[in-house]
Structure formats: structure tokens, C-alpha cells
């Protein structure tokens, strides 16, 4: 697919790439059977590096103004690509020369804006994980023009507090950028805000942050976090969280 493309032309040429077999496997991998969570998703059948070629072919320069057309789209795989287009627009402007220029922080918030604005598109875990944290993550350490660090608190309470699953997901998945850099405060205040989630995905998504979180800033505060709660975490939860520990402790934090 050539360079200066345009929203519709990756659909037409996503869609020409359909894989009736690999459809299959997705639309069961990823629970899109009545009552489950992923019920109604479409999938075209594409792996994950051939929607990444596309993006790759549309390059960071793809017009922002085209992104909306692939979010909206019905295909599971076309939403993927906007919304790693988007991923790829977001870290070109927000390297370290960049951080403080003040176009890059204007095109920053309207990347946060319109990826916020199309949140629910994200409706599966992947869609979330491959890009919440390396968008909005990344942004919450970085100058912007939206509001000051309570605005941003705000911002995913509001995430949290949303009766769709895959908000609440992105407010605990964001995390894991924060932590890469270094703060550990944005995972351990929205782990405690889902730690009595009724979903099993928000077990994994929780314990999978808290493990990043003592990984990337400190076993310590980890291992705080664990004495406070571990009696009443879901056992997902904790199992995640203490993954990467000696064996030894982590019978006995799954004692408690």
C-alpha cells in the first residue's frame, strides 16, 4: 500500500487482505459469542504485524482529520489501525526534544482529545492495551495545554468511574507508561479504585499494572500495597501481581 493514502483506501485494501480461517480464531479468541465480552466485534481476520505494515505504509504524517473513519469502522482490524496510527502520531511529537515545544504539546492534546472522544471504539482488551499507555499514559507526564495534574486525575476518575469496561480498563492500563517512567502513583491509586471489580479482565489488567509498577519503580511500595490488600484482592489479582517474585513468597502472599 503506498505512502499518502487516505482512510478509505485502507479499508478497501484491509479488506481485500480477509482471511475467512484466521476470522474464525479471532472471533473466538477474542469471545464475540453471545453474552460474552467481545459479543458482536467483526474481525477480518488480520494478525496483528499486518495491521501494523498498514500503519507503517500510512506513516505518522496520515492526516489526523482521516483517523475518525477508521475508529468508526465496523471491522475490529480498521479500528486497530486508526487507533495505532494514532499511537504513532502521539510518540513522534512527544520524544524528549519535544516534550516542552509548544505545536508539539498543542498536536499532543488533540491526539489525548480525539482518542478520548473515540474511547469506546476501543471495545476489546487489545484495542486498549496496545494503545492506551503509549497515548494517554505517556501524556499524563507530559506539559499540556488541557490542565494541570488534578485536571488529568480528573480525567481518569472519570475513565474509572464509567460503567463501560474498556474505559475502566484504560484508566488501570495507562499505568503501565507511567511506571516505565519512573511514577508510581497513577498505578497504585486506580488499582485501588478497581480492586473490588467484579471482571475478571480488570483482575488481570490490575495485577498485570501492580507487577509492571514494582518491576519498573519499586518491589517496596509493591510489596506495601500487597500487605494492605492482599486479603482481599481477587486471587487473579494477586496471582498477577506477584508473578515475577521467588516462588517462596508468592505462597505466601497466596496464603493470605
Known sequence: ????????????????????????????????????????????????????????????????????TLLMNRWHEVRLCGFLILVAKFE???????????????????????????????????????????????????????GDKDYKIKLLDDLAASNNLWKQRMSIVCSWKTSQMGDPSWCLRYAEIHLHHSHDLMHKAVGWMLREMGKRCSMDLLRDFLRQHAHEMPRTMLRYAIEKMPDSERKEWMSK
Do not use: C
Open 92 to 146: 513522534k511529537l512527544a520524544t524528549k526534544r519535544l516534550e516542552n515545544n509548544a505545536e508539539a504539546i498543542i498536536k499532543r492534546d488533540e491526539i489525548v482529545t480525539m482518542y478520548l472522544q473515540y474511547a469506546e471504539q476501543a471495545n476489546n482488551w487489545d484495542l486498549v492495551d496496545l494503545s492506551v499507555h503509549k497515548i494517554l499514559g505517556h501524556w499524563l507526564l507530559l506539559p499540556s495545554n488541557l
Open 1 to 68: 500500500m503506498a505512502k499518502n493514502t487516505n482512510a478509505q483506501q485502507i479499508i478497501e485494501y484491509m479488506e481485500s487482505s480477509q482471511n475467512d480461517e484466521q476470522r474464525k480464531i479471532l472471533m473466538g479468541f477474542f469471545k464475540t459469542g453471545p453474552g460474552e465480552y467481545g459479543y458482536g466485534d467483526e474481525f477480518l481476520g488480520l494478525k496483528v504485524p499486518q495491521t501494523r505494515e498498514v500503519v507503517k505504509a500510512a506513516g505518522s504524517d496520515f492526516p489526523l482529520n482521516e483517523v475518525p
